[in-house]
């Protein structure tokens, strides 16, 4: 089975730290990697995405970090503040239809 | 445009019962999908629609059977529920090829 592996299942990051979340995926064929963003008691929302042509991606304070042949992806946050503490869940898709998540990070940043 | 909604927000079932839950999209999107998220698994897909008419089984169909009414309109319905489907559902859409996914609000469904 396709399988989306994500690390930690928790992280506690000092605001202003830097908070980072890892992923691994095995199907070569997979041609979308997005990062969604998790408030209790909310749905999911699209954070950032990246494609597996990029090696990474920048918005605002939000930055994946994609490695095509360790099959490997990562979502940096810089200048963690508390508004950021939320479950993070990193995804891949192939062609769109099937998106596979990782198992989630609970992340908390201590003002 | 309220996006994504699903009714109920909350609901108790017992073992054995049966109960359809409804998601509703106002965005004219082609694509909905249902997921369950449980404590360390993530997202799991159980059903999708890639177009009105259309339905097909996700990683964990078994329990569950879908009706795509309309374009607007996903249900999913537990036909004899069990406690192993104690979980948040979340009812999600996507526009054509674009492939970001929009999420409902969840429902939390309790099995005793």
């Known amino acids: 089975q396709q399988q989306v592996k994500q690390s930690p299942q928790s992280l506690i990051v000092q605001k202003g730290g830097i908070s980072i979340i890892n992923c691994a995926y095995e199907n070569t064929a997979f041609d979308y990697f997005p990062w969604y963003q998790q408030f209790p008691g909310k749905g999911p929302a699209l954070l950032i995405a990246?494609?597996?042509?990029?090696s990474e991606k920048k918005e605002g304070r939000f930055t994946i970090s994609f490695n095509k042949s360790a099959k490997q992806f990562s979502l940096h946050i810089m200048d963690s503040q508390p508004g950021d503490s939320a479950t993070y869940f990193c995804a891949a898709s192939r062609g769109g239809f099937k998106t596979i998540f990782g198992a989630g990070t609970r992340l908390f940043v201590k003002a | 445009n309220a996006g994504v909604t699903q009714t109920p927000k909350f609901q108790v079932l017992k073992t054995g019962q049966s109960m359809t839950l409804q998601c509703a999209q106002d965005?004219?999107?082609?694509?909905m999908y249902w997921y369950r998220q449980d404590p360390g698994m993530g997202l799991r897909l159980i059903y999708y629609?890639?177009?009105?008419?259309?339905?097909d089984k996700g990683e964990v169909p078994n329990g569950y059977n879908v009706s795509r009414l309309n374009k607007r309109e996903f249900s999913l319905r537990l036909e004899s529920a069990a406690p192993s489907q104690t979980s948040v559902y979340f009812c999600?859409?996507?526009?054509?090829?674009?492939?970001?996914?929009?999420f409902g609000p969840g429902t939390r469904l309790t099995v005793t």
């Open positions: 629609s890639a177009s009105e008419g259309t339905t």
């Open positions: 999600a859409s996507r526009f054509g090829t674009a492939y970001e996914q929009y």
């Open positions: 965005m004219n999107h082609n694509s």
């Open positions: 990246i494609r597996p042509d990029v």
